[in-house]
């Protein structure tokens, strides 16, 4: 994995972060976006170089412009020599989301327009940038997060549920497509979280709760937990695997 690139975007917090550091452990170098918090994003970056003796460059993205991401990978281009996977991590919160977050009798259609574009048009258009980069090398590894509120009922996410279930579909598509380069595409989805979002949540403790009861292993789950899984989906060890969606629920689905 030494010396290959990452390009991720929304690492400047929660699970993105956590897979920055997941990577930059085995060498990899690391292009990462962040949205409003540039100096977080600027220690972040001074953090791995130092400690990981990588290369790490942080950049503005926003997703509700996907198409920003063609200047992103070309700026991208001339601090990296190669890339070989991308996450497609960031979501859309706050203001961007209302509408789009909310019981569904109150579910507008600009918020559900905003969190569809930022979760499976930004996918899109990153996917395609980071594949023709990828194709260049022989090959590489895409994959989108996801979240289990696609399969099970969780209160005010329609609008997330169903654009995650529409992006896990595209990866589906993505990797019966790809393939023929070398490109395997995958979705990582993941059961609640304890991140800040979550935090945010107005019945986080309902929910850390409920995770922990029907948890046959007790508790919620870690950004570690989804971090490992994508970068396992990078390593050779998955060479095979392809157009899945892999859930990390801690069970909580089944029980
Ligand atoms: N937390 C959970 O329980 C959970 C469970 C399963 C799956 N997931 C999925 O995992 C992914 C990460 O979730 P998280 O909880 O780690 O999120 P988070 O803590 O809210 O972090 C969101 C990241 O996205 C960036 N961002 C926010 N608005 C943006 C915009 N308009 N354009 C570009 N970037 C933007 C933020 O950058 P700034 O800090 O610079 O603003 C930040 O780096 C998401 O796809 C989420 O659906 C989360």
Not at 179 to 195: C, F, K, L, Q, Y
């Amino acid at each position: 994995m030494k010396d290959k690139t990452l390009v991720i975007s929304g690492a400047t917090r929660g699970i993105g972060k956590e897979i920055v550091y997941r990577f930059a452990k085995e060498g990899v170098n690391i292009a990462f976006t962040y949205n409003s918090n540039e100096e977080l994003a600027k220690e972040i970056a001074a953090d791995l170089e130092t400690n990981y003796n990588i290369k790490a460059k942080y950049y503005p993205l926003n997703i509700l412009e996907p198409d920003d991401y063609k200047n992103l990978f070309k700026q991208i281009d001339e601090d990296f020599d190669r890339v070989d996977f991308f996450i497609s991590n960031a979501i859309i919160s706050g203001r961007s989301v209302v509408g789009g977050f909310a019981p569904f009798m109150r579910l507008k259609p600009k918020g559900l327009n905003n969190i569809y574009t930022a979760t499976v048009l930004a996918f899109v258009v990153g996917a395609q940038e980071a594949a023709k980069r990828m194709q260049k090398v022989g090959g590489g590894s895409i994959i989108s997060l996801s979240s289990t509120g696609n399969i099970v009922y969780t209160p005010n996410y329609a609008g997330h549920g169903s654009s995650k279930a529409a992006v896990e579909t595209m990866v589906k598509y993505a990797a019966a497509e790809l393939g023929e380069m070398g490109i395997r595409v995958n979705a990582v989805s993941g059961g609640p979280i304890d991140t800040d979002a979550l935090k945010k949540f107005p019945n986080y403790e309902e929910v850390k709760a409920e995770v922990e009861k029907r948890s046959p292993l007790g508790r919620m789950g870690v950004a570690k937990d989804l971090a490992g899984m994508c970068y396992f989906l990078c390593t050779d060890e998955c060479s095979w695997l392809t157009g899945q969606t892999i859930i990390i629920d801690g069970g909580t689905s089944f029980k």
